[in-house]
């Protein structure tokens, strides 16, 4: 079992940038794992961002497709989301997942606010 912990999350002004990071606690590698990012707005149902399966192809949501990139360093074992051009709707808390065979696990998430 993972124990995911999301980082790089912070208040900004709109049109910044900002990239969270996604790691196992205990080192594990996340190579061999399918990847996502979720975000839960205030009061909103988490929804997907983007994902990333281990063949290394990335889909993301309308909203992320032009400003965010999803990628792995796997030297590091993290897995990044860079996100740009913040807007205020992007104000969130945003979750890692990992699955793997029939095994999901998922981080505490990081707050992300963007506020001019």
């Known amino acids: 079992q993972l124990h995911l912990v999301e980082s790089g999350g912070g208040l900004l002004q709109p049109g910044g940038p900002l990239r969270l990071s996604c790691a196992d606690s205990k080192a594990t590698s996340l190579s061999f794992y399918t990847v996502k990012w979720y975000r839960q707005p205030p009061g909103e149902q988490r929804e997907l961002v983007a994902g990333?399966?281990?063949?290394?192809?990335?889909d993301y949501a309308h909203f992320a497709r032009d400003r965010f990139t999803m990628s792995r360093d796997p030297a590091k074992k993290t897995v990044y989301l860079q996100m740009d051009n913040l807007k205020p709707e992007d104000t969130a808390t945003y979750y890692c997942e990992a699955v793997l065979g029939g095994f999901t696990d998922w981080g505490e998430g990081t707050q992300v606010t963007v506020s001019p």
């Open positions: 990333s399966g281990i063949g290394g192809s990335t």
